[in-house]
């Protein structure tokens, strides 16, 4: 199974987006908030370690990045999270795009994400973007060995077929805008049919 061509294959920085509203609100939610939605979260894989997560859509099928549903929240938060995500992907110039995944995670002052490769088919098409909301000077986004630094603010999509880790070892939080974006007109890849129910 190819990953999408028009994926990068080390980082592409987007530019900074006004996250100032959606800051605002993240940094305002209790702490329960985050135990409850990190509890009910379907991303349970073990290199992301302790990172916690509130998930507002997330894909239905680990085979299929078309097939997305939203979370309770995402209905709450469209309003600041539809312009954040609009401007970060508006250098695609995609005429239809579609965001499959969209979620925050949060890494505790030294916390780790392991070195791994997002394995699942869904993963391989569409392109994983960050927007940092709150870090600090001591976080570290490695991908293949190379390690970058992502302001407040900034979109970068980041090589998930890549060998990717990440490190705090800041005394705050990193908080992360995280979400999946694919060209609906794009042709799609000829394994995808194979992966379907019923396909021989």
């Known amino acids: ?7 990068t ?19 305002g939610l209790p702490e329960p908030v985050w135990d409850a939605q990190n509890a009910a979260k379907p991303n349970r894989f073990g290199a992301l370690d302790a990172t916690r997560h509130i998930v507002f859509r997330f894909v239905s099928d680990f085979s299929d990045w078309r097939q997305s549903r939203d979370y309770p929240l995402w209905h709450d938060w469209k309003a600041l999270l539809e312009p954040v995500l609009a401007a970060a992907t508006s250098d695609y110039g995609y005429a239809r795009g579609a965001f499959p995944r969209v979620m925050l995670a949060r890494m505790a002052p030294g916390g780790i994400i392991h070195p791994h490769r997002d394995q699942n088919p869904a993963a391989k098409w569409p392109h994983k973007i960050h927007v940092p909301i709150q870090t600090n000077d001591d976080v570290t986004f490695f991908v293949d060995g ?31 805008l995280i979400f999946e974006y694919f060209d609906l007109e794009q042709p799609e890849p000829e394994w995808l049919a194979a992966l379907q129910p019923g396909a021989r």
Do not use: C, W
């Open 1 to 7: 199974m190819q990953a999408n061509p028009r994926k």
């Open 146 to 176: 190379a390690g970058y630094r992502f302001a407040e603010g900034e979109a970068v999509e980041v090589n998930n077929m890549g060998l990717h880790a990440v490190q705090n070892r800041g005394s705050t939080d990193r908080i992360h």
């Open 9 to 27: 294959t080390s980082i592409r920085r987007l530019g900074n987006v006004d996250i100032r509203r959606l800051r605002e609100a993240v940094l």
